[in-house]
C-alpha cells in the first residue's frame, strides 16, 4: 500500500535531497524502518540513543499528530500522507523593549505611541 510521504529540509540531507517519496508499509514504525532502508542513516537522525522517537520529531498521518492516534503503531491505508516535521525550538529567553514611536500623516500633527514589544536577548 503505498502511502505518500514528506521529509523536512533538515532530514534531506540524509536523502539525498529527496523531500517526498512514496513507501509500501502498514504502520507508522514500518515507514520509519523502509525509510531506513532507502535512505541508510536516517534512523539515527529520528531515534535517540535509547531507540525512543527523538522529541522534537513530529509524525502526521493526514494532518493528524499520530501521538493522538496509535502513536508507531498507527495504521496506514493506500494513499495516506504522512509527513515529518522537527519541533522548531530555541532562542535564549525573552527580553522587554520600550521605546515610544512617532507618526505624522500627510496634513495631520505628530502622535506619539508607547511602544512595548517582547523580543529575544
Do not use: C, H
Amino acid at each position: 500500500m503505498p502511502v505518500k510521504v514528506t521529509i523536512p529540509v533538515p532530514l534531506r540531507a540524509s536523502t539525498g535531497g529527496v523531500g517526498r517519496t512514496e513507501v509500501e508499509a502498514s504502520d507508522i514504525a514500518g515507514l520509519l524502518r523502509e525509510l531506513e532502508q532507502r535512505f541508510p542513516g536516517i534512523e539515527e537522525r529520528l531515534y535517540d540513543e535509547d531507540g525512543n522517537l527523538r522529541r522534537f520529531v513530529n509524525i502526521y498521518v493526514n494532518g493528524e499528530n499520530m501521538l493522538f492516534l496509535s502513536g508507531l503503531k498507527t495504521s496506514l491505508r493506500d494513499g495516506d500522507e504522512v509527513s515529518i516535521v522537527p519541533t522548531v525550538a530555541g532562542g535564549q529567553g525573552s527580553k522587554k523593549i520600550e521605546g515610544e514611536r512617532y507618526s505624522a500623516g500627510a496634513g495631520r500633527r505628530s502622535t506619539r505611541q508607547r511602544v512595548v514589544q517582547w523580543g529575544t536577548n
